[in-house]
């Protein structure tokens, strides 16, 4: 088992506070923890959540291609940190894919109300 050095913050391993809590995988224990309530990271936790845990609580229909995606990462990167980067980009897109979804059914959204209270 792996043990963090003198002043380093265990992260996704055994003992620590950023790791698996419960049900919770690291992701969410991380979003919890900072209190991040962002519709986008909410989705993204429920695609970290099935593939980290090898579940289908949330079933999310992009995390079959999420998990081809990092299965694809890791056979093109071999060093982590290479791999992390490129991860990070992977999620910070996708991150970035739910936000302009959410915004533009929101608009979207406020535009029918807007519409459906005009009176003719």
Not at 11 to 39: I, K, V
Not at 41 to 68: C, F
Not at 76 to 95: C, I, N, P, Q
Not at 101 to 109: C, I, K, P, W
């Amino acid at each position: 088992m792996e043990r963090a050095a003198d002043g380093d913050v265990p992260f996704d391993m055994y003992t620590g506070e950023f790791s698996h809590h419960g049900t919770s995988c690291t992701f969410e224990t991380l979003a919890q923890r900072f209190n991040l309530t962002d519709p986008a990271v909410t989705l993204i936790g429920q695609i970290v959540h099935d593939l980290d845990m090898k579940e289908r609580r949330y079933s999310p229909p992009e995390a079959p291609a999420v998990a081809r995606m990092v299965d694809g990462l890791q056979d093109l990167h071999r060093e982590d940190d290479t791999l992390l980067e490129h991860g990070m980009e992977m999620f910070e897109a996708l991150s970035r894919s739910f936000s302009a979804t959410e915004s533009t059914t929101g608009r979207a959204a406020s535009a029918r109300k807007r519409k459906k209270g005009r009176r003719r």
